[in-house]
């Protein structure tokens, strides 16, 4: 039961039930994700408009 919850189940018909470490992984690699790629864009914006002039 624990174990279920934790690391998800194969329902009835074969379909997968994500548990709560599944869950948490894909959210912290979604997080991860997003602030890399927006890293990524801010550095080409940067570099094309040539920011990094602050006050």
Excluded: N
Excluded at 4 to 22: A, E, S, V, W, Y
Excluded at 32 to 50: A, D, N, T
């Amino acid at each position: 039961m624990v174990s279920d919850i934790l690391f998800g189940k194969t329902g009835p018909r074969g379909g997968q039930h994500d548990g709560l470490m599944q869950t948490l992984a894909r959210s912290a690699v979604r997080t991860i994700g997003s602030s890399v790629g927006r890293e990524i864009v801010r550095g080409m914006l940067g570099s094309i408009f040539g920011g990094g002039k602050r006050r």
